[in-house]
């Protein structure tokens, strides 16, 4: 299995940035599609963007398109997220997760592996 941790969440005002990463401790990252969800309180886990395995193509949720960047760095086992003009709504934990597959998915179940997530607050 492949452990996946987190990192970079944080307190910040609406209109700021933010940049997550998720390191993968083992060798197959370059093998798996790569995608990053969020959970709010009360609400349920959703879809915020994913990335192939090479780094060559993405996808958004509409909710995210043109504010958020994701991009993976292979030789360092990394995927990364980048935020900007935060909004309150966009408080949530936010984890990442990698499918042994070309393609990412929208769906959360289609992904094997999980990190356990980091808080980003986004206050008005």
């Known amino acids: 299995q492949v452990p996946l941790v987190e990192s970079g969440g944080g307190l910040v005002q609406a209109g700021g940035s933010l940049r997550l990463s998720c390191a993968a401790s083992?060798?197959?990252?370059?093998?798996?599609?790569m995608g990053w969800f969020r959970q709010a309180p009360g609400k349920e886990r959703e879809f915020v963007a994913t990335?192939?395995?090479?780094?060559?193509?993405?996808a958004y949720a509409d909710s995210v398109k043109g504010r958020f960047t994701i991009s993976r760095d292979n030789a360092k086992n990394t995927v990364y997220l980048q935020m900007n003009s935060l909004k309150p709504e966009d408080t949530a934990v936010y984890y990442c997760?990698?499918?042994?597959?070309?393609?990412?998915?929208?769906?959360?179940?289609?992904?094997?592996?999980w990190g356990r997530g980091t808080q980003v607050t986004v206050s008005s």
């Open positions: 997760a990698g499918r042994s597959a070309y393609y990412g998915s929208v769906y959360f179940n289609d992904y094997e592996y």
């Open positions: 083992g060798l197959t990252f370059s093998s798996l599609a």
């Open positions: 990335i192939v395995r090479s780094g060559g193509s993405t």
